[in-house]
């Protein structure tokens, strides 16, 4: 088990839940983990980043990396964020518009993945 992602499946979606602090040391150990997980054709991938306290640029890259995977097997990923400081820096970075994040599982679960 890698201390910074779990994950499980629900509501036909592979959520892959990021704990802690998403650095460069988280992000070398989570990008193989990511990288296996999005390599079948048509994945549904949630990204659950609620438990996440800190997420640098090497987690942002880890996180586009997947996303770009994932899309080019002809997927979908949604992403769930709520705290305020994460969300600075989506908006900071310009990935809001790639993620467009919603607040709760329970919303990325029930609603229709988004366009890429």
Do not use: K, W
Request: proline residues 7%; contains cysteine.
């Amino acid at each position: 088990m890698n201390r910074y992602l779990r994950t499980y499946e629900s509501n036909g979606c592979l959520v892959v839940e990021l704990n802690g602090e998403i650095d460069v040391e988280a992000a070398v150990a989570i990008t193989p983990l990511l990288d296996d997980l999005t390599q079948a054709p048509g994945p549904s991938l949630v990204i659950d980043l609620s438990p996440v306290r800190f997420i640098d640029c090497s987690g942002l890259a880890a996180l586009c990396r997947a996303r770009r995977r994932v899309l080019s097997h002809g997927g979908t990923v949604q992403l769930v964020c709520a705290r305020p400081m994460t969300l600075r820096i989506l908006r900071a970075t310009g990935l809001m518009t790639a993620f467009r994040p919603v607040a709760d599982l329970g919303t990325a679960l029930a609603r229709p993945a988004a366009d890429p």
